[in-house]
């Protein structure tokens, strides 16, 4: 089972808090889209920042006469550095809008995940 991290917005007197629910661990769509999955997911900042950094990065490449392949080498470090990160990204994005860490809790997907959080709520 994968390990998921618990996030909640409370508004106000709202007895229902909004949740989300973010996975520990590699992230495939980050490491193929990057900037694309920032900003599907609704991570504006982190998207733009991901944008800038791989035009940036590009740029410095063709500008030192890196070629090709060795381009290429750099452009999957960095994706994989993406994709490492992207979950933490993702839960630093959801700090800043005011969602706590809530709890962690382990499932076989996120559904499930969810699932088990709100029965150990009903436990309690």
Known sequence: MTLYTVHLQKYGVDPYPDVRVVKE?????AFVFAAIWALVKGYWWVGIG????EMVLSALLAAIGLDLFGQAVVN?????LVGIYANDLAR?????????????????????????????????
């Open 25 to 29: 661990g590699f992230n495939w769509a």
């Open 50 to 53: 991901l944008f800038l950094l």
């Open 76 to 80: 999957i470090a960095f994706n994989l």
């Open 92 to 124: 630093w994005t959801l700090a800043r809008r005011g969602y706590i860490e809530e709890d962690v809790v382990s499932g076989a997907s996120q559904n499930h995940a969810l699932e088990r959080y709100v029965a150990s709520l009903q436990l309690n």
